[in-house]
């Protein structure tokens, strides 16, 4: 079956651009995740989303750092004026997870920025 | 959510099971052992979950300790596409997160 779909794969951008990240998670999946992955390190937590309620963004590191999910499906995660810290690779994880649950989250394959 | 120890890397022969431990000794009474693995140019990929008692799937068996201290992620039988970071995390049923640490670096050979 279908699993989370990031797009684009790559993205590259010069300093100060604005960018837009998008992912389709898993369907009917109510839980949404995103994470930021450096080179070399383990995934971060960024924020996550209950349908269309952010219920945690303690994650996101800056307020250039805006995510969105509004129809309680595909969510999009905006980074304003970037700078070559922003370069990662963003991984979007769904659950079906609706409270307290145990339910693993399942991951996207993620999109590459890199910023220059 | 606890802290986990895992190796930072481990070899396994083609074929034979792998073993990887992890150290979840500040675990507490509702939190999972999740495991995951990351092949390069991926996104981590769920392996197994256990709160107290063994599990097994498809993929991977998961041994918890009756303490719930530690646990083992068994890899019946290896193959070079098990090449992978092996993560293991501990998270309990309120949290939402997954709190990643260094993980294990299984290299499996031929």
């Known amino acids: 079956g279908a699993g989370v779909s990031q797009s684009p794969r790559y993205k590259v951008a010069k300093r100060g651009q604005d960018v837009a990240l998008r992912c389709d998670p898993i369907?009917?999946?109510?839980?949404l995740f995103w994470y930021q992955q450096a080179l070399g390190q383990g995934p971060e937590f960024l924020t996550y989303?209950?349908?269309?309620?952010?219920?945690?963004k303690s994650g996101l590191p800056s307020d250039r750092f805006f995510a969105e999910r509004p129809e309680g499906s595909v969510s999009t995660l905006k980074i304003q004026r970037t700078q070559q810290e922003d370069s990662a690779v963003y991984l979007c994880?769904?659950?079906?997870?609706?409270?307290?649950?145990?339910?693993?989250?399942?991951f996207g394959d993620g999109t590459r920025l890199s910023i220059l | 959510d606890a802290k986990t120890t895992q190796p930072p890397s481990m070899d396994c022969a083609e074929g034979r099971a792998a073993n990887l431990p992890c150290n979840h000794s500040?675990?507490?009474?509702?939190?999972?052992v999740y495991w995951y693995r990351q092949i390069h140019s991926q996104g981590p990929q769920y392996i197994i979950h256990?709160?107290?008692n063994n599990e097994t799937n498809e993929m991977a068996s998961l041994i918890i300790t009756e303490d719930r201290k530690s646990s083992t992620l068994i890899l019946p039988h290896a193959t070079l596409r098990d090449t992978a970071v092996y993560y293991c995390?501990?998270?309990?049923?309120?949290?939402?997160?997954?709190?990643f640490g260094a993980g294990t670096i299984l290299r499996v050979k031929s």
């Open positions: 994880a769904s659950s079906l997870a609706r409270g307290p649950s145990s339910r693993p989250q399942h």
């Open positions: 369907s009917g999946h109510v839980s």
């Open positions: 989303f209950q349908n269309e309620a952010q219920l945690d």
């Open positions: 500040t675990i507490s009474g509702n939190e999972y």
């Open positions: 256990g709160l107290k």
């Open positions: 995390i501990v998270r309990g049923e309120y949290g939402n997160k997954l709190v």
